[in-house]
């Protein structure tokens, strides 16, 4: 019989840490142990609750003793940031990971910065679902009202996080929730505030907490007045609230029936829009859209002391190009596609073959909407009920010039001509008939371009680029 081996790695090293969430730990370790030039594959890190000491990875707690003098290793300030976020994920492997990482960074000061390496790459994935999950707890986390044996009152929530991010997220609900006296239960610890004083406490279970209170009537009437069918987007919502999510939150139980019904609402809100000029006659000509739309206070846009900019160009236009609103440079000169956005357009319209001088440029919103900051004035995209509103006067257009061919820039441009929500990349690059006759094409909006970077903008300004010549032999198929 073959006599039992000690399977130990020989001359390692088992460093037990203080909670999954030990970062100050680890660090402090680390440091040690790369001053004593101890290698990655000789360290065991024991966090509690991991798997680490098991048979065969218990070393030796008594850790080696740094030289006098010894060297402080060299860590960059983006890996001890990216450190601290990988410290909270819940991957076994992860303070080994960044032993190995700290290690290779003696030889290599600007391993950091090569997005290639595995493990750069790996401590990067790790960070960002750590930011992901303290994101969720922060958005879904669900208050409950309880009365306490004292009579005063408690809220009371329970979440259930991937990651060990409870401690992570305390500061942040401290700061938003000051004056209230709260308590957050999770399968891996407990918060508790009441005023003054954070205390931390023994992990819950979902039976702790309460199921429900009488303001949630209110939360859920609240929601559902808020719910945007013209905005809703299936995919983004899910992918950005789970359904894992749920169950915590008394909203959720609406969403059922709001995304069943959007389609219905969405076409109340174009309806609502239309009747607010149900009386009203249609202007004779375009200088006189002109000067009532300098007028017109349908709608908040309107009412926020910007001047309205008319669209420009010959009065049977075979072409009409619809964005989505004047920004502040359009607003200040009362002209169409005049700011940067304009100025890359017109350079693609004249690439593209297209000719400006045969086009009618136009608005899907006449006014400028913006929010204020300093001296500055940043555009603020309308809402579908403004697009809505606004398209009478974009429908009092094409009535005149009589386009053959509409390009819309944007999702609110399609929304401004089709009535309904849209979907730029999934519309794109094909014609739509419209019940005049016209020839509906859709593309992005220039500003969508200017706000991509390098790559990216490249890529999307290319196919741009196409979409305008694509649009260019078309006009000359329907005018020739």
Known sequence: MTPFRDM??????????????????????????????????????????????????????????????????????????????????????????????????????????????????????LARQVRRDIHKMRAFLRFRVVEEDSGAERYVAWFEPEHHILRANAGFFVRRFTTMRWSILTPQGTLHWDG????????????????????????????????????????????????????????????????????????????????????AERPANLEQIANMIEACRRCPIGCNGTHAVAGEGPSRAPLMIVGEQPGDVEEQQGRPFVGPAGRLLRSHLEDAGLDLGAAWLTNAVKHFKFVPRG?????????????????????????????????????????????????????????????????????????????LQDDARAGEEARFAQDLRTVAGRLAELTS
């Open 8 to 125: 130990r790695l020989p001359h390692a090293y088992q460093v037990t840490l203080g909670a999954p969430d030990d970062f100050e730990g680890w660090r402090d370790q680390a440091r040690r142990l790369v001053q004593c030039d101890v290698p990655p594959d000789r360290v065991v890190w024991d966090a509690p609750g991991s798997a680490a000491t098991d048979l065969f990875a218990q070393g030796d707690r008594r850790l080696p003793v740094p030289a006098a003098g010894a060297a402080q290793p060299r860590a960059s300030r983006q890996f001890l940031q990216l450190a601290q976020s990988v410290t909270l994920h819940s991957d076994p492997e992860r303070f080994s990971l960044l032993y190995r990482l700290l290690w290779r960074l003696q030889a290599q000061p600007r391993l950091m910065e090569d997005a290639a390496d595995a493990d750069v790459g790996q401590a990067d994935r």
């Open 196 to 279: 003054e004083s954070l205390q931390e406490g023994p992990p819950a279970e979902r039976a702790d907490a309460p199921s429900g209170d009488p303001t949630e009537d209110l939360w859920r009437r609240y929601y559902a007045s808020i719910f945007n069918p013209a905005r809703l987007k299936i995919g983004a919502m899910l992918k950005e609230m789970p359904r894992k999510y749920w169950k915590n939150m008394p909203e959720a139980a609406l969403i059922p029936e709001l995304v069943a019904t959007a389609q219905a609402r969405e076409a109340t809100m174009v309806d609502s829009g239309r009747s607010m000029f149900e009386d």
């Open 375 to 451: 001296k500055r004035r940043l555009h603020q995209s309308p809402t579908a009920k403004e697009i809505d509103t606004c398209r009478w006067w974009v429908d009092s257009e094409r009535l005149l010039v009589r386009p053959r061919l509409i390009l819309a820039l944007g999702a609110s441009a399609a929304r401004g001509l089709l009535g309904r929500t849209v979907s730029v990349q999934k519309e794109r690059s094909r014609p739509h008939a419209l019940e005049d006759g016209a020839e509906l094409w859709i593309t992005t909006h220039p500003s969508y371009l200017l706000r």
